[in-house]
T-cell receptor, first 116, second 117 residues
Framework: DTGVSQDPRHKITKRGQNVTFRCDPISEHNRLYWYRQTLGQGPEFLTYFQNEAQLEKSRLLSDRFSAERPKGSFSTLEIQRTEQGDSAMYLC??????????????FGPGTRLTVL | AQKVTQAQTEISVVEKEDVTLDCVYETRDTTYYLFWYKQPPSGELVFLIR??????QNEISGRYSWNFQKSTSSFNFTITASQVVDSAVYFCALSDLMDTGRRALTFGSGTRLQVQP
């Protein structure tokens, strides 16, 4: 157990619906990453937070995606008007702390999204 | 742009055999970090090892060892005396600077290891 939790673990939704995922990072870790992993591939970077500020967004993060981290604690990732191509595992990572250049990212169990 | 290549899609070995997983990377960064993660069937990514680009000393940790060759941009991972519980998908990852100056992980596509009893 890495200390990173994600909820829900599984989500099945119909195309066009909105979904929201939650990540609780390791306590007092001020940085947080979201990644997406499609079947048979490695995770791909989506976005990065330092405290409550979203400092980095991948080109993969279309305008249907929005992420927040109010008060620099837990984070949410929302997908609006889901499409079948959004079906993937969404992973949250909490770096080990210290300098950003030297940390190790610890991953939560992920939320597996299936869009029908 | 950074890239990580794991050419071995799937490897099958018999228990107690040694197995080496290959990883080749590309980066323009002069200081970077390399990782191996394990993803068992349960799906959670488990951190295994990390290596800094400025330290090419190879190490052994229990049944795991790694061979970092900066000259060939390779970071290979070896499991000695494999066990059935080692069956998983293994990912090599590179942490280097994005264009914005911040870091993120770039993963390879993974190697599925099956250890047969």
């Amino acid at each position: 157990d890495t200390g990173v939790s994600q909820d829900p673990r599984h989500k099945i939704t119909k195309r066009g619906q909105n979904v929201t995922f939650r990540c609780d990072p390791i306590s007092e870790h001020n940085r947080l990453y979201w990644y997406r992993q499609t079947l048979g591939q490695g995770p791909e970077f989506l976005t990065y937070f330092q405290n409550e500020a979203q400092l980095e967004k991948s080109r993969l993060l279309s305008d249907r995606f929005s992420a927040e981290r109010p008060k620099g604690s837990f984070s949410t990732l929302e997908i609006q008007r889901t499409e079948q191509g959004d079906s993937a595992m969404y992973l949250c990572a909490s770096p080990s702390g210290g300098a950003p250049s030297t940390d190790t990212q610890y991953f939560g169990p992920g939320t597996r999204l299936t869009v029908l | 742009a950074q890239k990580v290549t794991q050419a071995q899609t799937e490897i099958s070995v018999v228990e107690k055999e040694d197995v080496t997983l290959d990883c080749v990377y590309e980066t323009r960064d002069t200081t970077y970090y390399l990782f191996w993660y394990k993803q068992p069937p349960s799906g959670e990514l488990v951190f295994l090892i990390r290596r800094n680009s400025f330290d090419e000393q190879n190490e052994i940790s229990g049944r795991y060892s790694w061979n970092f060759q900066k000259s060939t941009s390779s970071f290979n991972f070896t499991i000695t005396a494999s066990q059935v519980v080692d069956s998983a998908v293994y990912f090599c990852a590179l942490s280097d600077l994005m264009d914005t100056g911040r870091r993120a992980l770039t993963f390879g596509s993974g190697t599925r290891l099956q250890v047969q009893p």
